[in-house]
């Protein structure tokens, strides 16, 4: 059974950096697409950064310029890169996979468009990682 493991959340001041892992276990399909979403306090879970196909990357427009997704398929993992913490940057950060083309269009569409997901959109979920930002 495949399955998504996060790490690398914690506590940083205003301002500084912050890398967090994803680890796709169980697939390797070479369409997988990747993404980043995040649920911060009383706000419905939102997209943030996505890896789609042969290397579309998008990004929600509160964190360009700031956060990099990136990809090593030979280790099955994927990075987001959290520089210049925002105090509004605070919650939970998901990693989701999936290897179906409609789920992998619909997350690189919620990124965008900055929409919500459910916990069940796409087809794997990781247990997510808390990030707090303190000033």
């Known amino acids: 059974q495949a399955h998504v493991a996060e790490s690398g959340g914690g506590s940083v001041q205003t301002g500084g950096s912050l890398r967090l892992v994803c680890t796709v276990f169980g697939e390797t399909s070479s369409d997988l697409c990747i993404g980043w979403f995040r649920q911060r306090p009383g706000k419905e879970r939102e997209g943030v950064a996505s890896f789609v196909g042969g290397g579309t990357i998008s990004y929600a427009d509160s964190v360009k310029g700031r956060f990099t997704i990136s990809r090593d398929p030979a280790k099955n993992t994927a990075y987001l890169e959290m520089n210049n913490r925002k105090p509004e940057d605070a919650g939970m950060y998901y990693c989701?996979?999936?290897?179906?083309?409609?789920?992998?269009?619909?997350?690189?569409?919620?990124?965008?468009?900055?929409?919500?997901?459910?916990?069940?959109?796409?087809?794997?979920w990781g247990q997510g990682t808390q990030v707090n930002v303190s000033t």
């Open positions: 989701t996979a999936a290897s179906r083309l409609p789920e992998c269009i619909r997350m690189q569409t919620t990124v965008i468009l900055d929409t919500s997901a459910s916990a069940t959109e796409f087809q794997f």
